[in-house]
C-alpha cells in the first residue's frame, strides 16, 4: 500500500453510529474496515447490546 503522509482526504470515512463523529480509515482497521462500526471503545461501550 501507498503512503498517505500529508494526503488524509483520499482515505475512506464513515460516521459512528453512538456519537455520529465521522471517522477516517486507520491501518490498524484494513481488515476490518466494513464491520468497524464505532469510533473508540467508549463508544463500543456506550452502544446498547443487542
Keep these: 500500500m501507498r503512503s498517505f503522509a500529508g494526503n488524509k482526504q483520499t482515505l475512506p470515512q464513515k460516521v459512528c453510529v453512538a456519537c455520529g463523529r465521522p471517522m477516517t ?11 468497524v462500526k464505532h469510533c473508540s471503545d467508549a463508544c463500543r461501550r456506550r452502544a446498547p447490546a443487542r
Design 25 to 35: 480509515w486507520r491501518k490498524r482497521w484494513r481488515n476490518t474496515w466494513e464491520q
